[in-house]
């Protein structure tokens, strides 16, 4: 391939269009041909995918699996396909492919290879010691450090997870770059006008307990009890994770009249017309997409006081920051928007003027496009 080549090695299919697909298109535009991968495209992201020029190539990995040998499998496979693809770039994220693309691109021969933390996982998550957590860990560990020891660069959202990698002796400090979030295409999330009628809190995330949505229901009991006409939206699908919150507690959730439960939506634009807030009460992040979309949409957010998570909210300007894993704390932070309505308005303003100053795709992904570009000149 020429000089100008990338693979991008991701988690699976709707991760890589949706959290990768401006990033992919702004490559093209700069002249990289570029190869996407994933474990499960189908045939409405393989055309997608060729839409915009870019060829899509399936990988095999089990994404929450703790099985060394499927992983070894992984690491196998890819190897192969960078051998025979010869892309000049590889460019894995997310925790599995950011630990084993640039060690496979290195024994492919890829000269340039770089690995992205877009937040720290389940294995490096605070929460209750087990063994499956610590055995993952241990291992995720393990491949980080040999993958890290070939990589060029490796790309955090947030100072707190690069300072946590270079602490622990996981990355080199010069390699460590924070890129900061994905961003979002400012075009495409306009502002919308307050919603203030009903007063709407919304939290969009995969349904993991490391997402807070425990949190939000607790206080969602709360604020209906005292102001029943509330309404509260919980917007993601279920996971395989192993924090993943089981289905049954879903609908009893929704039987209770507590949330309006929205399985999976191709656009979340509709209903954040609908929202008066954004809640996102979140352990731990890279730096959330979903609150980044907020921003956009002018709304203000709710979040929490962790890394990632802080970078999106500045306390008493665009929202509140609140502690985690904290439900008394997240219904008194709602319940200021309720008493304080005008607050929706004034701090939603401030969002979309964090959005631009913050998270504009366009000005993110030419950074990005340039970190490529210097490694390159240097090969």
């Not at 289905?247 to 017309?273: K, M």
Request: charged share 25%.
């Amino acid at each position: 391939m020429p000089e100008k080549s990338i693979a991008i090695v991701g988690p699976f299919a709707p991760s890589v269009l949706r959290f990768r697909g401006r990033l992919i298109q702004d490559l093209i535009r700069e002249g990289y041909e570029v190869i996407a991968m994933a474990p499960d495209f189908g045939p409405e992201h393989i055309q997608q995918l060729k839409v915009w020029n870019a060829t899509p190539l399936r990988y095999p990995l089990d994404r929450h699996g703790t099985n060394p040998w499927k992983d070894l499998r992984t690491l196998g496979a890819l190897a192969r396909i960078f051998k025979k693809e010869k892309p000049r770039s590889v460019l894995g994220y997310h925790p599995k492919p950011a630990a084993y693309a640039p060690f496979a691109a290195w024994l492919a021969g890829v000269p340039i290879r770089i690995a992205w933390i877009g937040g720290v996982g389940y294995a490096f998550m605070n929460g209750t010691p087990s063994w499956k957590r610590r055995t993952v860990r241990l291992f995720q560990t393990l491949w980080y450090r040999i993958s890290f020891s070939v990589a060029q660069q490796v790309w955090f959202q947030n100072p707190d997870d690069r300072e946590a990698f270079v602490r622990k002796g996981i990355v080199s400090p010069e390699k460590a770059v924070v890129v900061g979030g994905t961003g979002v295409d400012l075009q495409a999330w306009t502002p919308e006008p307050p919603h203030l009628q009903p007063l709407t809190f919304t939290l969009v995330a995969r349904l993991l307990r490391e997402k807070g949505v425990r949190e939000f229901v607790e206080a969602a009991k709360t604020i209906k009890a005292q102001y029943p006409e509330t309404q509260f939206l919980l917007i993601g699908p279920l996971d395989t994770n192993p924090g993943a919150i089981p289905e049954h507690e879903v609908r009893q959730w929704v039987e209770e009249g507590i949330v309006e439960w929205v399985p999976w939506t191709n656009d979340v634009r509709a209903y954040l017309r609908k929202t008066s807030v954004f809640v996102l009460p979140s352990y731990r992040e890279g730096v959330p997409r979903s609150t980044q979309e907020a921003l956009a949409t002018a709304r203000p957010v709710i979040t929490t006081d962790v890394p990632g998570c802080r970078e999106t909210v500045m306390d008493g300007v665009n929202g509140f920051l609140v502690p985690p894993r904290g439900p008394k704390a997240l219904a008194e932070a709602m319940e200021r928007f309720i008493q304080e309505p005008e607050l929706i308005t004034t701090m939603g303003q401030e969002s979309r003027r964090l959005a631009e100053e913050r998270f504009d795709v366009q000005k993110i992904n030419q950074r990005l496009i340039q970190y490529i570009s210097e490694i390159q000149k240097k090969k």
